[in-house]
């Protein structure tokens, strides 16, 4: 008897319920997620991004960033949850992402967790010296600098309030400034969009001073 046929079959319905459960399934589950009402301050939640940070993200895809950064605030790790870490007040969600156009979960962390650093590190200008010298800010960091994405240039009249306050060797000689170029003032506000601190259905946020 040729069982072909039923090899054939057997086959395709393997492929079949696997399509099904890895991609159409999710596809649809995920499909029907949008932005909800903002009760508190209006408009839409996740928020919206500014110009300026989606011309940022697309910064952070050049450079690399994902490399060494996740943005995703896991519930549970090998040693402690990321909320313990203060990486985040709560777990990431789908709903988070509807906003990118690429989500970028990442898989490593050589540093930290992106998630939420625009609630962690507010100050446009730490995120400045940041990238021009990482462990200027943060001893022994691993980081690269990136200082490709600076200009010093020659003070005209009067020092730019853009200009970075740099000590000890990475200041720059006298007369002159280090200032940031249009993409690394993207990638900061890009940054400093970055946050996931708003509640959402299925991921509410505990108040402070509620039982654990």
Not at 140 to 146: H, Q, V, W
Request: aromatic residues 8%; charged residues 20%; contains cysteine.
């Amino acid at each position: 008897m040729n069982r072909l046929p039923t090899l054939l079959s057997g086959i395709f319905l393997v492929f079949l319920t696997s399509w099904l459960g890895l991609v159409a399934y999710p596809a649809i589950q995920l499909g029907r997620l949008a932005p909800i009402a903002d009760a508190d301050n209006g408009g839409t939640l996740p928020p919206t991004y500014g110009g300026q940070a989606i011309a940022g993200q697309h910064v952070y895809a050049t450079e690399g960033c994902i490399s060494c950064h996740s943005q995703q605030v896991r519930q549970t790790s090998i040693t402690s949850s990321d909320i313990e870490r203060g990486w985040g007040v709560r777990p990431s969600v789908a709903r988070d992402y509807l906003r990118d156009s690429t989500a970028f979960l990442g898989s490593r962390r050589l540093g930290q967790d992106l998630s939420n650093i625009g609630v962690r590190r507010p100050d446009a200008k730490w995120h400045f010296i940041h990238l021009y010298h990482p462990s200027a800010v943060c001893q022994g960091s691993l980081m690269p600098c990136f200082s490709h994405l600076f200009l010093t240039r020659k003070i005209q009249g009067q020092r730019s309030d853009e200009a970075l306050d740099l000590t000890g060797e990475d200041a720059p000689k006298d007369g002159y400034e280090v200032i940031p170029t249009s993409d690394a003032k993207n990638l900061v506000a890009y940054l400093l969009a970055l946050r996931h601190d708003y509640p959402l259905p299925e991921a509410p946020v505990k108040k402070a001073g509620a039982a654990k």
